[in-house]
């Protein structure tokens, strides 16, 4: 499985963007993704999750109410829209799957894009 990340730029605060993580290589249907982010200097942290059947979701707290999960398994694509975004929000952003439990933890996850770089400007 490859995973590829994009969206990612310079935006300013109170801005919006949207990430994509497109996945070849064999269908993720059955995996739940998430997206994880690294600021500089401080670790990897988890931001949001799906389940493989999209019907559930769960957020950071630090992201709740300003982010969306989505997926759409017959593009094999997860989004992540990204609104009202603040300055602690710049990190780089990774998307996971690979995990068939759904959960928060980055150990569980298998596979892992390259990154996309999002920064805000205050």
């Known amino acids: 499985v490859q995973l590829q990340a994009s969206g990612g730029g310079l935006v300013q605060a109170g801005g919006s963007l949207r990430l994509s993580c497109a996945a070849s290589?064999?269908?993720?249907?059955?995996?739940?993704m998430a997206w994880f982010r690294q600021a500089p200097g401080k670790e990897r942290e988890f931001v949001a999750v799906i389940r493989w059947s999209g019907s559930s979701t769960y957020y950071a707290d630090s992201v709740r109410g300003r982010f969306t999960i989505s997926r759409d398994n017959a593009k094999n694509t997860m989004y992540l829209q990204m609104n009202s975004l603040k300055p602690e929000d710049t990190a780089v952003y990774y998307c996971?799957?690979?995990?068939?439990?759904?959960?928060?933890?980055?150990?569980?996850?298998?596979?892992w894009g390259q990154g996309t770089l999002v920064t805000v400007s205050s």
């Open positions: 290589g064999r269908t993720l249907s059955s995996y739940a």
């Open positions: 996971a799957t690979g995990s068939v439990v759904f959960t928060t933890s980055p150990i569980r996850y298998d596979y």
